[in-house]
């Protein structure tokens, strides 16, 4: 059965440092998203993809943040320079309709 | 702002009996609600789906019920397993024209099934 991957699965990096999460949809799949789980809170949406350009964002999703297609099947979210209150699990997830599949999400843990 | 809220943070049940996972929510714009099961260290895991233009959906042992004048859902699994035991989050979206909206996500609740 295809599923959304995602790596790594554990990122740690310091603060004010650059990370690139990486994800690969499932392959048919037109819409992808990006997600965040603060240790103890909610599922809260960042952004969505189609059609190579943003669809959607979130207020969380700032300056610096950012998204990309860089090939037929990776999915890319760029921190520019992460704060400590970035610490999180980043989901992706894609949809060729309403149902939207997640990865297993990277834990980053921001020092 | 809590838009689609799932006021029971837990819920324990024998083996065999009944699960009813309850959610609300306060946007009418609401037209497809969802719900995943996660355990510790993984993503969510898509269950079942409902369209607002519905009141009932079943997969196998999994039926979610949508009552839009309550703004409320339900999500009834029978008959539970040990295995069911994980965290079930109601979701909702508003989608627009063909878009894919999305997610809005309730706090979860953490079932536990006792064999």
């Known amino acids: 059965e295809p599923e959304v991957t995602q790596t790594p699965s554990h990122q740690v990096t310091q603060m004010g440092q650059e990370v690139i999460l990486r994800c690969v949809p499932i392959s048919n799949h037109l819409y992808f998203y990006w997600y965040r789980q603060i240790l103890g809170q909610k599922v809260e949406f960042l952004v969505s993809f189609y059609n190579n350009e943003i669809s959607e964002k979130s207020e969380i999703f700032d300056d610096q943040f950012s998204v990309e297609r860089p090939d037929g099947s990776n999915f890319t979210l760029k921190i520019r320079s992460t704060k400590l209150e970035d610490s999180a699990m980043y989901f992706c997830?894609?949809?060729?309709?309403?149902?939207?599949?997640f990865g297993p999400g990277t834990r980053l843990t921001v020092t | 702002d809590q838009q689609v809220k799932q006021n029971s943070p837990s819920l324990s049940v024998q083996e065999g009996r009944i699960s009813i996972l309850n959610c609300d929510y306060t946007n009418s714009m609401f037209d497809y609600f969802l719900w995943y099961k996660k355990y510790p260290a993984e993503g969510p895991t898509f269950l079942i789906s409902i369209s607002s233009i519905k009141d009932k959906n079943e997969d196998g042992r999994f039926t979610v019920f949508l009552n839009k004048s309550a703004k409320h859902l339900s999500l009834h699994i029978v008959p539970s397993q040990p295995g069911d035991s994980a965290v079930y989050f109601c979701a909702a979206s508003v989608n627009y024209g063909g878009s894919q909206g999305n997610l809005i996500f309730g706090k979860g609740t953490k079932l536990s099934v006792k064999p």
């Open positions: 997830a894609s949809s060729e309709s309403h149902e939207q599949y």
